[in-house]
């Protein structure tokens, strides 16, 4: 009776072994297939434009040393204070004010900007029509409710350039070489008659590089999806035998209750 315990703490310590790759599994895909975060996918490009930054909402806008009041008008509707028009007193209509005077020091909109570069906010020291944004950079809003600044909800960051491909460079066309066994024809020493034109040169013939791209571009795909389908493989190569240790197990168990 002892052994037949053993034999079966065994039996599941091998089972939770073989077991841990294919919890993995899930995780592991669900992982490669998320896809960006809003805020990476409306950000702006290296080096390009200027990405506004209202609250958590990320856009961008094209051009860039521009100012930040322009660059914010762009996305969104700004109201300025009356009497200090470098102070920004609504955004999308928030907060409800007469917008006369400068807001008070715990309910007013805080400029933030970034340089595309650093990765971090700096806070305004000058009205938005003041602070000019360079190309790549960032301008944030984040509304301020106490004496404590309160940073806007995206993170600047440098976001990589579209990456570009350019095409294969095509190798001058070789001149056919003439028929073996046969002779040119001697070049005729006649002066040619007045009048007469001169013929045409024969245009080139295509290089076979545009046919073999298909081929190219073919095998590069199958080797892309290779990886996805060897883990598929492996996944199920890995299930089936679960299946069948577990089916031999319960068999013994019944076998040695018997």
């Not at 066309?173 to 001169?198: D, I, L, N, R």
């Not at 290089?207 to 081929?215: F, G, S």
């Not at 996944?235 to 679960?242: D, H, Y």
Request: with cysteine; proline share 9%.
């Amino acid at each position: 009776m002892l052994t037949r315990i053993r034999r079966i703490r065994r039996i599941r310590r091998i089972r939770r072994v073989l077991l841990a790759p294919i919890v993995m599994l899930p995780v592991a895909v669900l992982v490669s297939v998320v896809p960006a975060s809003p805020a990476a996918a409306a950000a702006c490009s290296s080096g390009t434009g200027v990405t506004v930054v209202v609250g958590s909402n990320v856009q961008c806008v094209g051009g860039g040393g521009r100012s930040a009041g322009s660059a914010l008008s762009a996305r969104h509707s700004v109201t300025r204070v009356q009497r200090q028009p470098g102070f920004i007193c609504q955004v999308d209509g928030y907060p409800s004010s007469s917008c006369v005077n400068t807001p008070p020091a715990d309910a007013y909109w805080g400029v933030f900007w970034s340089d595309g570069k650093s990765g971090r906010w700096s806070y305004a020291s000058v009205g938005v029509d003041s602070l000019n944004i360079p190309a790549g950079g960032w301008v944030g809003l984040a509304f301020q409710t106490s004496s404590s600044r309160t940073s806007p909800g995206a993170t600047p960051y440098v976001k990589p350039a579209p990456r570009t491909t350019s095409p294969p460079a095509k190798s001058p066309s070789t001149q056919q070489s003439a028929t073996p066994g046969k002779t040119a024809p001697p070049a005729s020493t006649a002066t040619p008659k007045a009048g007469s034109t001169s013929s045409s040169t024969p245009a080139p013939t295509a290089t076979a590089d545009a046919a073999d791209e298909p081929v190219r571009s073919a095998s590069q795909t199958v080797q892309r999806g290779s990886g996805t389908a060897g883990w598929v493989a492996a996944a199920l190569a890995v299930s089936l035998l679960i299946g069948m240790w577990t089916l031999l197990w319960r068999r013994r168990a019944r076998a040695g209750s018997s």
